[in-house]
């Protein structure tokens, strides 16, 4: 049945264009969430016709599975008393699990395809992941990543490092997507969307795969959900093998736009989301997921202050990093928004790449 949303732990924003409001800038220089997931690709690779397959995330398993052998799944400390296991997709060689969607999609393309090259717009974890897929193929596919201004230096270095090329284009992220739409059109380039396209989003949906494995008597898959891949993949994955383990997905309080979207009853692409540390999945959600959405048996939203709390937790309990997004799964359970039912629970730390200063302060202030 489709996932009532649950009522989110703060006031939501009002339901108002980001384009005609004023928004707060993104945290450490990372892209403005509200405005980056708000918009389809070049080259639409979804339809209405078209839903992920379970033959299709065992298929990219098997494509991608040399390059990315499956990431821990252990028992976590600070969780407990529950049985609560972490997947930890932070020890990605990106830090993040865009990486599996990423390198799939590059490994799903035909060699005229590749040859004419790949586009993505993105100041974090997707860049990333595509260009650690071109690297990891050898380099040979011309890759052109698109990154506004705001993108700490850091991380524009690492980017750098890599067989690809680095456009810095725009004050926000707004800018870059544009720019790189246009270059996609004109060059014939093929553009890599990181979340609302089902090579990409099979490959992030192997993460399901893999904690069935890893932990067949599980009971609660707990999953956080931005754009709307890793989710919809891995519901896809779970009940098609286990249909009795119950998928959760969860979004920071500060942007509902799941809840929102099933409420509203169309998938809300455009979300004026708040400011909020889990940036990465702040922002509207893409049609996959909500096509998907008779997959999911609950929605919550968790407060800026479990967030934090969460990652300090983490830090100090469990020896992961996680970032803000990265941290959505285990802080709904950490402050009681999922009540287990005594059955093991799986969650995904789906990223680790938090900014040191931010991560300072959260230590300092809980010191």
Same mark, same amino acid.
């Given at each position: 049945?489709?996932?009532?949303?649950?009522?989110?732990?703060?006031?939501?924003?009002?339901?108002?264009?980001?384009?005609?409001?004023?928004?707060?800038?993104?945290?450490?220089?990372?892209?403005?969430?509200?405005?980056?997931?708000?918009?389809?690709?070049?080259?639409?690779?979804?339809?209405?016709?078209?839903?992920?397959?379970?033959?299709?995330?065992?298929?990219?398993?098997?494509?991608?599975?040399?390059?990315?052998?499956?990431?821990?799944?252990?028992?976590?400390?600070?969780?407990?008393?529950?049985?609560?296991?972490?997947?930890?997709?932070?020890?990605?060689?990106?830090?993040?699990?865009?990486?599996?969607?990423?390198?799939?999609?590059?490994?799903?393309?035909?060699?005229?395809?590749?040859?004419?090259?790949?586009?993505?717009?993105?100041?974090?974890?997707?860049?990333?992941?595509?260009?650690?897929?071109?690297?990891?193929?050898?380099?040979?596919?011309?890759?052109?990543?698109?990154?506004?201004?705001?993108?700490?230096?850091?991380?524009?270095?690492?980017?750098?490092?890599?067989?690809?090329?680095?456009?810095?284009t725009g004050a926000t992220y707004d800018d870059a997507?544009?720019?790189?739409?246009?270059?996609?059109?004109?060059?014939?380039?093929?553009?890599?969307?990181?979340?609302?396209?089902?090579?990409?989003?099979?490959?992030?949906?192997?993460?399901?795969? =893999?904690?069935?494995?890893? +932990?067949?008597?599980?009971? *609660? @898959? !707990?999953?956080?959900?931005? %754009?709307?891949?890793?989710? #919809? /993949?891995?519901?896809?994955?779970?009940?098609?093998?286990?249909?009795?383990?119950?998928?959760?997905?969860?979004?920071?309080?500060?942007?509902?736009?799941?809840?929102?979207?099933?409420?509203?009853?169309?998938?809300?692409?455009?979300?004026?989301?708040?400011?909020?540390?889990?940036?990465g999945v702040a922002g509207g959600i893409g049609d996959?997921?909500?096509?998907?959405?008779?997959?999911?048996?609950?929605?919550?939203?968790?407060?800026?202050?479990?967030?934090? =709390?969460?990652?300090?937790? +983490?830090?100090?309990?469990? *020896? @992961? !990093?996680?970032?803000?997004? %990265?941290?959505?799964?285990? #802080? /709904?359970?950490?402050?009681?928004?999922?009540?287990?039912?005594?059955?093991?629970?799986?969650?995904?730390?789906?990223?680790?790449?938090?900014?040191?200063?931010?991560?300072?302060r959260l230590l300092a202030a809980r010191g």
């Open positions: 049945m489709v996932a009532a949303a649950a009522a989110p732990t703060s006031p939501r924003p009002a339901a108002r264009s980001p384009r005609s409001s004023p928004r707060p800038s993104p945290p450490s220089g990372r892209r403005c969430a509200s405005s980056s997931r708000g918009r389809p690709p070049a080259e639409p690779t979804v339809d209405d016709e078209r839903t992920l397959t379970l033959a299709g995330i065992e298929n990219a398993r098997e494509r991608i599975r040399r390059q990315l052998p499956p990431t821990p799944l252990r028992r976590s400390f600070a969780l407990r008393p529950h049985d609560v296991w972490l997947k930890l997709e932070c020890w990605q060689p990106t830090g993040s699990f865009k990486v599996r969607g990423a390198l799939h999609h590059l490994v799903s393309l035909a060699e005229t395809e590749r040859r004419r090259g790949v586009v993505a717009a993105s100041a974090g974890n997707h860049a990333l992941g595509v260009a650690w897929a071109v690297q990891t193929l050898g380099g040979s596919v011309p890759a052109v990543l698109f990154v506004p201004e705001t993108v700490p230096r850091a991380k524009l270095e690492k980017l750098r490092s890599f067989p690809v090329t680095v456009r810095v997507y544009d720019a790189s739409l246009a270059y996609a059109e004109a060059a014939g380039a093929r553009y890599i969307h990181p979340y609302d396209d089902p090579l990409t989003a099979a490959g992030q949906g192997t993460v399901g795969l =893999e904690i069935l494995e890893q +932990l067949p008597d599980v009971g *609660q @898959v !707990v999953v956080p959900v931005g %754009g709307g891949g890793l989710m #919809a /993949a891995t519901a896809v994955a779970v009940k098609a093998k286990a249909p009795g383990v119950r998928i959760v997905a969860v979004q920071p309080a500060a942007s509902p736009s799941l809840s929102e979207s099933l409420a509203r009853g169309e998938a809300l692409h455009l979300f004026p989301a708040a400011p909020t540390l889990a940036d996959l997921v909500f096509r998907h959405r008779a997959l999911i048996d609950e929605v919550v939203n968790v407060p800026e202050s479990a967030i934090e =709390e969460t990652i300090v937790a +983490l830090l100090a309990e469990d *020896q @992961v !990093v996680a970032e803000g997004a %990265g941290a959505l799964a285990a #802080a /709904a359970l950490r402050c009681g928004l999922i009540a287990p039912d005594g059955r093991p629970v799986a969650v995904v730390v789906s990223g680790g790449n938090i900014d040191a200063r931010h991560l300072a």
